[in-house]
């Protein structure tokens, strides 16, 4: 634990290579722990980044990893950060080998982590035509029959966000929508049905969504499915940290609150793409993991030779 390193980032995805590329190339010891649990990893590809747009995941960080090399103050390790602490005006994270490292500032870039709901054969179809997002998904189903599996206001939102993909959408409430006269008419207006019975199962072919099963045996025929779920942390990481989590939001219900500056409530804590979003998509992450790193190189700068820092942003959060 003789190494004392400018940053640890705590996942190698999107914002955590983004903010690894940004530290490298200002000369700043960074070390990027990567458990590989990107949660678009079954994804067919990525949806509308600049350059990118359509190319799997696993592909899009394994060449990220490639360009961070030709930065020797930066290194990337497999594997796992199980805890961490503050050590006065450092932290200690204890790795999943039982190593600790020692470093001067900490970014959270673990992501998030989906539940969707538990219905056989949505698993299998998950990150494909089963999905979450119509910004990232919505394209590869445009102008098929499509479903909405979401209750209350994030079922009336998300069908009539995704009306503009295609002109049949079916809101599945699975019970009692519960929908006021208001919804109802704002649906009926944008010519989106919804069908409240039980919802047991989503069949499909080679990968592909082909129906939804309702309890009484009946079937839907549907190409698409955006299901509306919700995204929570991965680790008690941030909280261990002292990190607070923001207000539950339509899409996260535990992100970690930050500020314009990624910096979180824990001084020296920073936070960067889903883990601390209400809107989690890939070209957002690569955004908020380079102002990350913007940001906290002139922490460190503020530290050593008195930098001024950026003021304003939320006064909850910490000054480093």
Do not use: K
């Amino acid at each position: 634990m003789d190494i004392v390193w400018d940053c640890v980032i705590v996942g190698g995805g999107a914002a955590g290579l983004s903010a690894g590329l940004v530290l490298g190339r200002a000369r700043r010891r960074t070390l990027i722990v990567d458990a590989g649990q990107q949660s678009n990893l079954s994804a067919h590809g990525i949806g509308g980044l600049l350059g990118s747009d359509g190319r799997p995941p696993a592909e899009l960080y394994a060449a990220g990893r490639v360009e961070l090399s030709a930065y020797p103050s930066v290194e990337v390790r497999d594997g796992e950060v199980v805890s961490g602490a503050r050590a006065g005006d450092e932290f200690v994270l204890t790795l999943d080998t039982g190593e600790q490292v020692r470093s001067r500032r900490v970014l959270l870039a673990t992501g998030m982590q989906y539940r969707p709901p538990v219905l056989p054969g949505l698993a299998e179809l998950w990150g494909g035509s089963v999905f979450h997002c119509p910004f990232c998904h919505g394209w590869e189903v445009r102008e098929q029959p499509l479903a909405v599996l979401a209750a209350g206001q994030r079922g009336v939102h998300s069908a009539l966000l995704l009306r503009g993909w295609s002109d049949d959408i079916v809101l599945l409430t699975d019970g009692p929508s519960g929908l006021g006269e208001d919804d109802v008419a704002r649906l009926a207006a944008a010519d989106v049905r919804v069908d409240e019975r039980p919802v047991t199962e989503v069949r499909g072919a080679a990968g592909q969504l082909t129906s939804v099963v309702f309890a009484d045996g009946t079937e839907l025929p549907r190409r698409g499915m955006l299901v509306g779920t919700m995204l929570y942390q991965r680790s008690t990481l941030a909280e261990q940290l002292g990190a607070e989590p923001a207000e539950p939001g339509p899409v996260a219900a535990d992100a970690v609150r930050v500020d314009p500056f990624a910096r979180t409530t824990a001084p020296g804590v920073f936070a960067a793409g889903d883990v601390s979003a209400q809107m989690p998509q890939v070209a957002a992450a690569v955004a908020a993991g380079a102002l990350a790193a913007a940001a906290i190189m002139q922490t460190l700068m503020a530290d050593d030779y008195g930098l001024p820092l950026p003021t304003g942003g939320d006064a909850r959060v910490g000054t480093r």
